[in-house]
Each structure stands twice: as C-alpha cells, then as structure tokens.
C-alpha cells in the first residue's frame, strides 16, 4: 500500500533532476569559453590603444620633421641661390657660402633619411593595428558563435525544465500543503543536498542510511500514514 507521503520521494525525483539541470545551466563549458574569448578581445583593444598612441606620437614627430624638412631645404635654397647669384665675387666669401649650402643640405638629407624611418615606422605600425582589429573581427565573430551555442543549449534546458515543472505538477497537488511547507523549508539546507525525503524501509533511513533504533522505528511505525516523521540523524522527511 502506498503512503500518502509518496508522491513527495516523486516531486524530490523531479526537483533533483532540474537541479541537476540548472547546474548544469549555470556551468555550460561554453560560458568559459565566452569569458576566455571576451577577455582576449579585451586584451586586443588594450594593445590596440598602445598602438594607436605610438601612432599619434610618431605622427606629429613626422609631422615636425617634415616641418623642419621644408625650413631646412628653404634655407638651403636660399644659399644655393645666393651663391650662383653673382653678387658674391669675394673668393672667400664664396667658400664659405658654399660651405653653409653643403652643411645645409647635408642636414636636409639626414632629416629626411629620419623622417624616412619615420614614415617606415608608422607603416609598421599601421600593419600591427591592422593585424590586431583582424583579430578582434574573428574573436567577435568566435564570441557569436559561442553565445549562440549557450543560447541553444539554455533553451534546450529550458525546455526541459518546463517539462519537469509539468511532471511535478500533478504530485504536488496530492501533498499536504504543511508537508510541502516542510519540504521546501528542508530544500533550503545546504547540507542535505536538495535530498529532504528519504524511503524508510526495514528500520533504516535511505537518505543517511543509518539503521533506526529498533524503539524509534516501532513508534514511528504507529503513527499515522499521513503524520511527517524525521530520520533523527539526518533530519530528513520519513517516507514509509
């Protein structure tokens, strides 16, 4: 014969089954996954902005050199047109006009060999950026991946916890609203697991399974089919 206390052990069935869901849930690989791949994302956009402000910085050096570029070769323009002008006739003087055109545009060439590297370093730079938002275009599209396979699977779980949910239902129903008080107050023990009701059979707690005292179990045995009765061990609701 049945206990009235049985549909209980089946609500329990079903409750630990969607624990065992929504662990699941909570622990799905891909969310792991998700936060290494979002983590790498974050690392790429913080070596991007290093990039982006050696960048700027090798920008107005360029920028300066080339000012310095065009004010040097004015300069030396300048000498060069002074001297083939004619209005120097001082032997002298001529050298060493011609000696400021030579320093001049001797200058000139080492700022734009300089301003070269310059140029060649920022190119380099453009590359390495490049390379790095490349990299954050395929980490999204990774990103998006994942979510979407923790979308499906969360919907899946979903899905079977509403049918848990629809199992439980009718088993509910049948118990005692004070036992089911009891029970949901139990569930809310860490140390019992979300395992509260326990088979009693042949004097011992299937919870802890601990062996009754032969007194305890008689008098437990005696009261009524519907009275809530407790393994005096583990606490647990007794199912008999």
Do not use: F
């Not at 699941?24 to 290494?36: G, K, M, N």
């Not at 036992?179 to 802890?208: H, I, N, W």
């Not at 007194?215 to 609701?237: F, H, T, W």
């Amino acid at each position: 014969m049945s206990s009235p206390l049985s549909p209980l052990l089946e609500v329990q069935r079903l409750d630990l089954a969607a624990d065992k869901l929504i662990v699941h849930r909570r622990d799905l690989p891909e969310r792991e996954s998700l936060v290494a791949c979002e983590a790498q994302a974050a690392s790429l956009d913080a070596d991007h902005e290093l990039l982006r402000g050696r960048r700027e910085g090798l920008g107005r050096s360029e920028h300066e050199l080339e000012v310095e570029v065009q004010d040097v070769a004015a300069k030396a323009q300048e000498a060069e047109d002074k001297l083939y002008s004619g209005t120097i006739t001082s032997p002298k003087e001529l050298g060493s006009q011609q000696e400021e055109v030579r320093l001049l545009r001797q200058r000139q060439a080492g700022l734009e060999e300089r301003e070269m590297e310059l140029l060649e370093e920022i190119d380099g730079l453009e590359g390495e950026m490049a390379q790095n938002r490349s990299a954050r275009e395929r980490s999204d599209a990774e990103a998006a991946e994942i979510r979407e396979a923790i979308r499906k699977a969360e919907g899946e779980i979903d899905a079977e916890l509403a049918r848990l949910a629809e199992q439980r239902a009718p088993w509910v129903q049948q118990i005692p609203p004070a036992v089911l008080e009891e029970y949901d107050r139990l569930r809310a023990k860490p140390k019992l697991g979300g395992r509260v009701a326990a088979q009693l059979g042949d004097g011992r707690c299937d919870g802890c399974g601990i062996k009754l005292p032969v007194l305890e179990y008689k008098r437990m045995r005696e009261q009524p089919d519907d009275a809530v009765i407790r393994c005096v061990s583990c606490g647990r609701v007794l199912v008999r």
